[in-house]
């Protein structure tokens, strides 16, 4: 069993859409909860952290963190085509172990 | 957050043979790290970048295959040695600042092996 399990996708919406990204896990020692945003050749870019249960809103995007259930989620409302991108989940302790990914693709 | 940048870019190279890889920070990190992310894949952690020591390796990746080097606070070379077509991967430095968990990452380096 892997330590972080994202479904892969791929994931199609049309814009403006509500998008919701989930990942569960198996390791509770996980302290750190962040969701990285990679567009097509180029590297990850941090979107959202956090590191306890709850929500926490950055714009459009709000992380949310349910350590009882071992599982983490980031919603996108309003999405838009530049949303397109792979979504990668990642946790850590001391090293960071990341989600496979979601490609999410926003129609116009 | 810190400013990262990776030489170079992207790069085609020949089976056999070796390429180093720079990555530049624009301000001093506490930790460095190299990832592989192959072809649709996640990322995979190679190893830590330890200033003025030997770096940590992950299982399944060794010294002999990709030597590190960490001089100083802001600056890590990653060497690919002896390569094989299944060395094709991006390669990806990633810095974490102070007592942050925050961690960010560079631009990657394409490295395609004939």
Redesign the interface.
Known sequence: QKEVEQDPGPLSVPEGAIVSLNCTYSNSAF??F?W?RQYS??????LM?T?SSGNKEDGRFTAQVDKSSKYISLFIRDSQPSDSATY?C?M?VQ??V????TRLTINP | SAVISQKPSRDICQRGTSLTIQCQVDSQVTMMFWYRQQPGQSLTLIATANQGSEATYESGFVIDKFPISRPNLTFSTLTVSNMSPEDSSIYLCSVVQGSSYEQYFGPGTRLTVT
């Open positions: 302290q750190y962040m990285y050749r180029k590297g990850p870019e941090l952290y590191y990668l990642a850590k090293k960071l990341f989600g496979q990914g």
